[in-house]
T-cell receptor, first 114, second 114 residues
Framework: DGGITQSPKYLFRKEGQNVTLSCEQNLNHDAMYWYRQDPGQGLRLIYYSQIVNDFQKGDIAEGYSVSREKKESFPLTVTSAQKNPTAFYLC?????????????FGPGTRLTVT | DQQVKQNSPSLSVQEGRISILNCDYTNSMFDYFLWYKKYPAEGPTFLISISSIKDKNEDGRFTVFLNKSAKHLSLHIVPSQPGDSAVYFCAASEWGASGSRLTFGEGTQLTVNP
């Protein structure tokens, strides 16, 4: 049963702490993405990776970091430098390569920082 | 700079009638467009897409129209059903040096009333 898993569904942290959000896919996709969604706003791209050991900053990368050591995993760390970390975080993957535009999304993680 | 805009935050229609969701974009380098449907606290799911070389794509009750000269696309749902009630995101793709990435609009909340 192929898909994208994000865990946990809900995450609570104290201000000043770093937190890492998990994203795993078993679709054998090359490309993976992290988005954040805030109320009344669309999905904004944080980081993306087209291949293992390589990743690119998206539109709102400040205060976040990622790694891509394995094809199936793309964890996102929300650091204490991120000014407004409370949001709904979505991970996505796609086959990658020319002509493959559709992205498949995980169920999301709602992070609350107080 | 919002490159993809959905100017209607919400739309309400009666069951059985047509729903028309609109999307405008500014970047002429976008070459593929997608519509996603999203329920609360879930990841978006792919609905329908269209390449920039076409002006219409149909899939069952869903049709997407693209007007390149106006940089405008629309999603038609006929007939609308209560289960279609969700947030609909328009997304545009461009292929760059770092591979493909999607830019999303803000979303339109569709409510279909029985």
């Amino acid at each position: 049963d192929g898909g994208i898993t994000q865990s946990p569904k809900y995450l609570f942290r104290k201000e000043g702490q770093n937190v890492t959000l998990s994203c795993e896919q078993n679709l054998n996709h090359d490309a993976m993405y992290w988005y954040r969604q805030d109320p009344g706003q669309g999905l904004r791209l944080i980081y993306y990776s087209q291949i293992v050991n390589d990743f690119q900053k998206g539109d709102i990368a400040e205060g976040y970091s990622v790694s891509r050591e394995k094809k199936e995993s793309f964890p996102l760390t929300v650091t204490s430098a991120q000014k407004n970390p409370t949001a709904f975080y979505l991970c996505a993957s796609s086959p990658g390569g020319t002509g493959n535009y559709e992205q498949y999304f995980g169920p999301g993680t709602r992070l609350t920082v107080t | 700079d919002q490159q993809v805009k959905q100017n209607s935050p919400s739309l309400s229609v009666q069951e059985g009638r047509i729903s028309i969701l609109n999307c405008d974009y500014t970047n002429s380098m976008f070459d593929y467009f997608l519509w996603y449907k999203k329920y609360p606290a879930e990841g978006p799911t792919f609905l329908i897409s269209i390449s920039s070389i076409k002006d219409k794509n149909e899939d069952g009750r869903f049709t997407v129209f693209l007007n390149k000269s106006a940089k405008h696309l629309s999603l038609h749902i006929v007939p609308s059903q209560p289960g279609d009630s969700a947030v609909y995101f328009c997304a545009a793709s461009e292929w760059g040096a770092s591979g493909s990435r999607l830019t999303f609009g803000e979303g339109t909340q569709l409510t279909v009333n029985p």
